[in-house]
């Protein structure tokens, strides 16, 4: 390696390209080797071979495409100044050309979406590729990719440039999501391990995809979520809940413009996502729990189902007396559904034993939580006091007001809560000591 370095055959490959158009094509195929090597890339830098072989990039000849193409890759992989130039030059020009123009050469595809997902990180190269049809042609990508490694490229590729609202608009106008729909459809029935992995990606870009109502009411039209219940359906004994995590994820932000409710509500989403309650994984709880709350939000009767579901809410309470993962309580929790139900649901979720969890969700660390359960348990305040007596309701108000870091939001619900439960009409002890926390609380401001 040394020798060379020292024998000046970068600067004379340089020469041969700059002024040998014969036998360009043989040294760019040197340098591509040469580059393999790490300690090469700097006498390659060092002869500013980067600018002398971009111009091939522009050449009709696939050899010479393939090779400078190759060189450029490897001589600028991990080197975030190299790439950021070779954005400023407009290679991202070059390679959309190439990849519209030499569609169907394996080889050229196979180095241009290496360069594409090296490149893509950059925020140059994403704003300078929102300026050409790329999308148009990674859709094409991805649906004519024939094998794992090239589905995993394009994957790669796709979800990078999804964090750009812009090219996220082109993808969908360029019909990703029906390709996504068709792949799901392909792979639902395997089981092996290559194929779970496009599964997932492909549940994973459809949740970065999901960019304004629009977005997502043009993938629940193509059909996307009964691919993804199917999935969940078929690995919902998995232990690997990867796969469940992506399609859960994706459903839940479908779910969040108030017509694909409508339709994924008549088409019993609720009802198929309800048999993954039998899951034991605190992740796939954690996205259930989202999944069904984004589907009841705003839909009344909807939320009232779900409410006086016996099976769903003794899983709930169950969730709710596991402390293994404290990031979730808050979905977990029996007010995940209670904000948006009505009185047929306190009864249920009494009968339940969830009033506990709810006062337990007063203290926790989140205001937003906090709020919440005390606005629930001030509606079922106004209905059933009978299961209050025991579940530290007092002593939970008391550490509230008696606490200076407590939100003047927490506060007031804290406050509407004590008026609601001292005008119940309640004489027993507990009323009595509601009575002594607002007095207390009276005097303390």
């Not at 796709?158 to 082109?170: F, G, I, P, Y």
Request: proline letters at 2%; aromatic letters at 4%.
């Amino acid at each position: 390696l040394s020798l060379l370095r020292e024998s000046g055959i970068f600067l004379t490959l340089a020469q041969i390209l700059k002024g040998n158009p014969r036998c360009a094509v043989k040294a760019a195929q040197v340098l591509s080797e040469l580059a393999k090597n790490e300690e090469m890339k700097k006498p390659c830098i060092e002869a500013d071979l980067i600018l002398t072989l971009i111009p091939f990039l522009e050449s009709t000849d696939q050899e010479m495409l393939l090779h400078a193409g190759r060189a450029i890759g490897r001589i600028c992989y991990d080197n975030r100044d190299l790439q950021e130039e070779l954005v400023k030059v407009g290679v991202i020009t070059s390679l959309v050309r190439i990849l519209t123009d030499y569609a169907e050469s394996e080889p050229l595809v196979h180095v241009d979406l290496l360069a594409l997902c090296n490149l893509a990180d950059l925020d140059t190269a994403k704003e300078a590729l929102s300026k050409t049809k790329v999308a148009e042609q990674l859709v094409k990508q991805l649906r004519r990719a024939e094998n794992h490694e090239r589905l995993e490229m394009v994957f790669e590729v796709l979800q990078t440039l999804a964090e750009n609202d812009a090219l996220k608009v082109q993808l969908v106008d360029a019909g990703v999501q029906e390709v996504l729909s068709e792949i799901l459809l392909r792979l639902q029935g395997s089981s092996q391990a290559e194929d779970t992995c496009i599964v997932k990606a492909a549940s994973d870009l459809i949740v970065s995809l999901l960019l304004g109502d629009g977005n997502c009411e043009r993938m629940v039209q193509v059909g996307v979520i009964h691919q993804l219940l199917d999935l969940l359906e078929k690995h919902v004994e998995s232990a690997d809940v990867s796969v469940q995590h992506a399609a859960l994820s994706a459903l839940r932000n479908l779910a969040i413009p108030v017509v694909n409710k409508v339709q994924m509500l008549e088409e019993r989403v609720a009802e198929r996502i309800q048999a993954l309650l039998r899951s034991e994984m605190p992740p796939v709880q954690f996205k259930l729990l989202g999944t069904l709350r984004m589907l009841a939000d705003g839909q009344a009767d909807a939320a009232e189902i779900l409410g006086q579901d016996p099976m769903l809410l003794n899983r709930l309470v169950q969730w709710c007396d596991a402390n293994d993962n404290s990031g979730i309580c808050g979905e977990r929790n029996l007010n995940s559904f209670y904000s948006a139900v009505i009185t047929q649901m306190v009864k249920a979720i009494q009968e339940a034993h969830g009033v506990k969890y709810l006062v337990s969700m007063t203290t926790s660390e989140h205001p937003a939580l906090q709020n919440e359960a005390l606005n629930a348990l001030t509606i079922a305040s106004a209905i059933n006091l009978e299961s209050f007596k025991e579940s530290q309701l007092v002593q939970s108000l008391h550490k509230l007001l008696q606490d200076v870091n407590t939100s003047p939001e927490v506060i007031y619900n804290s406050m509407s809560l004590l008026c609601s439960l001292l005008k119940s009409g309640n004489s027993n002890v507990m009323a009595v000591n509601l009575w002594l926390v607002s007095a207390q609380y009276s005097a303390r401001i």
